[in-house]
């Protein structure tokens, strides 16, 4: 158990080293898995499978975020190979990064900001209720305000304090896990993603899922780099984020197809 926890660590400080190549790898990935699943549904026939499929790929991501953060959740006892893991990364961070690099993303992590997304919500809600989709503009603001409250009553429920040697650049206060701009860039984009598919036509609706992808991940990467968040937080923060736009976008499609048989 010992040689494996040495292991989990050796790994986390080799992470932390080679950190900006394996953004940029595990981005590619994610791109690319975007990608296979368009056209994997293309393929099929349609981009927007029959209900039954729909409500059953949405309980399976709500579960597999849920125990994902579950599982992450267990593993933070001060004497876990995880926390261990967790404070090598953030170390090895603190040499490996270059400051040029530290700016950018200091710039990016802004963009899940409790006041950027506000106005996000806010602006996005006047549109849709102006194009008389007052649905989508219920289930947009309930997705982002939703996710705020639940990730400040999982904060309270975790109870775990954030990296002590923070980055210059940017401060954070309150509790950290899990990571309320990881969680909120997940659903925010997530969300316009959605709603790209719902109302964009099919040539712009690729380009759209790509960006959002890439925000919600380049916002999670940047509260690890920025060392205001330990690796754990931002996996926790991206698997109830997911969990909860799961969720959120599947009560939408209940919605709609409920409406449409009584229409």
Not at 26 to 54: E, K, M, Q, Y
Request: charged fraction near 10%; glycine fraction near 10%; aromatic fraction near 8%.
């Amino acid at each position: 158990m010992k040689a494996d926890a040495g292991l989990v660590v050796q790994l986390a400080i080799w992470a932390g080293q080679h950190a900006l190549p394996l953004f940029f790898l595990l981005l590619t990935l994610l791109l690319a898995a975007t990608v296979a699943g368009w056209w994997f549904l293309l393929r099929a026939g349609s981009p927007r499978p029959a209900i039954g499929r729909r409500l059953a790929a949405g309980i399976f991501i709500i579960l597999a975020g849920a125990a994902v953060f579950a599982g992450l959740a267990t593993q933070l006892g001060a004497a876990q190979a995880l926390v261990r893991a967790d404070q090598a990364l953030t170390d090895a961070l603190d040499t490996s990064v270059a400051p040029l690099t530290q700016q950018v993303f200091a710039a990016l992590t802004h963009l899940a900001d409790t006041a950027t997304l506000t106005v996000l919500c806010i602006g996005m809600a006047i549109v849709l209720i102006a194009r008389r989709r007052r649905g989508l503009a219920l289930g947009w603001v309930v997705a982002l305000a939703g996710n705020g409250l639940l990730n400040q009553t999982l904060k309270q429920m975790v109870g775990r304090a954030r990296p002590l040697e923070q980055h210059n650049m940017v401060q954070a206060t309150g509790l950290s896990f899990p990571s309320g701009h990881s969680s909120g860039a997940v659903v925010a984009y997530g969300m316009l993603g959605y709603l790209a598919l719902r109302l964009l036509p099919r040539r712009w609706q690729l380009p759209t899922l790509l960006v959002a992808v890439t925000l919600a991940f380049t916002v999670g990467a940047s509260r690890l780099l920025l060392r205001v968040h330990f690796a754990s937080d931002v996996l926790a923060g991206f698997a109830s984020g997911t969990a909860w736009l799961a969720l959120c976008i599947t009560g939408v499609e209940l919605v709609r197809w409920w409406r449409s048989g009584r229409a």
